[in-house]
């Protein structure tokens, strides 16, 4: 997969301020603020950067945090995780593999089959529905 490279910019020209403060500056929305957590239409979660395709909403669920939540992305190859140690806290912080956006943490607290929580921002998802 190739990687897409943008000048800041750029990221800020296609950006609304919030993407880019949450995309490019790892930011993180209020709880309970997104467009996207009480959404429950099928279709596709695709990044709001790049357009990579990142959950489907298969996967997605009411965990009641406050940010829309997964139980795995879309395929193996569609994030990267990385160790997040800010705020006195180390979490694992969930990035867009295909432009390095910031798209949330992930947390071992999720239903099964796999255990996993991808509580991810609105900001940095666009959905296309089925």
């Not at 990044?47 to 009641?64: I, T, V």
């Not at 829309?68 to 160790?83: L, W």
Request: net charge negative; hydrophobic share 30%.
């Amino acid at each position: 997969m190739s990687k897409v490279e943008k000048s800041e910019q750029e990221w800020r020209q296609e950006l609304t301020p919030e993407q880019y403060r949450v995309l490019r500056e790892k930011g993180t929305e209020a709880p309970f603020s997104g467009e996207l957590d009480h959404t429950f239409e099928p279709g596709t979660y695709r990044c709001a950067g790049c357009g990579a395709e990142l959950f489907d909403s298969d996967a997605k669920y009411d965990s009641g945090c406050g940010w829309p939540a997964f139980s795995a992305p879309a395929g193996e190859d569609a994030i990267e995780e990385e160790t997040d140690a800010a705020y006195g806290m180390v979490r694992t912080e969930v990035l867009c593999s295909s432009c390095g956006g910031h798209l949330g943490h992930v947390f071992p607290d999720g239903p099964h089959p796999t255990g996993l929580r991808y509580c991810i921002n609105s900001a940095a998802l666009k959905l296309d529905e089925k």
